[in-house]
């Protein structure tokens, strides 16, 4: 009885280490093939795409947005900047780098929203619906899995359809 009461010990302990080691594994193999390694004092900007209200900057840390995988992109978005009701195909992980950025998750009616300072994150479920702006102006890093797409809510949000309008009224 003893003997078999240490292999059951034993056959648990070796079956909690390569359990973890698969995981491990299962997530690496998730990342991109190549490393990247991104200075903040490098990183070059560029306009945000059209989905986005004008005025933000983009810029792609690794993977690529319009693709199936996994990919980080940090948005600038200057002072008084919104981005109004909207949700994505695919979870959305925001980590704010510097800023202000102030963010209501859910419905208008049952909103739960939220500050947010450098450091801070959320994690925002694919289809949930959310509106995020800025006071002062931020910079937030967007990690999530391509390819992204917003849907607004209101259709008359989405400054795609906006464009021939504010282009014909700013000539
Ligand atoms: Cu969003």
Redesign the pocket.
């Known amino acids: 009885m003893k003997v078999l009461l240490l292999t059951s010990l034993s056959l648990a302990a070796l079956a909690s280490g390569p359990v973890f080691a698969q995981c491990a594994t299962g997530s690496a193999a998730m990342m991109p093939s190549t490393h990247t390694m991104v200075k903040a004092a490098d990183i070059k900007w560029g306009p945000a795409p059209p989905s986005l209200p004008k005025g933000a900057e983009m810029t792609v840390l690794s993977g690529d947005p319009g693709k199936a995988g996994p990919f980080a992109i940090r948005i600038k978005a200057p002072a008084g900047f919104k ?1 109004p009701r ?3 195909p695919a979870d ?1 992980q ?1 980590t704010i780098i510097s800023g202000d950025f102030h963010l209501s998750m859910g419905e208008p009616g049952s909103a739960h929203a939220a500050d947010f300072v450098a450091g801070d994150y959320a994690n ?1 479920p694919a289809k949930m619906q ?3 702006s800025t006071t002062g102006g931020v910079v937030v890093q ?1 990690n999530s899995t391509g390819p992204f797409e ?1 849907t607004y809510v209101d259709p008359k949000d989405d400054p795609r359809n906006q464009m021939p309008k504010a282009a014909s009224a700013t000539k």
Do not use: K, R
């Open positions: 981005v909207h949700w994505h959305e925001v925002l959310h509106e995020a967007v917003i």
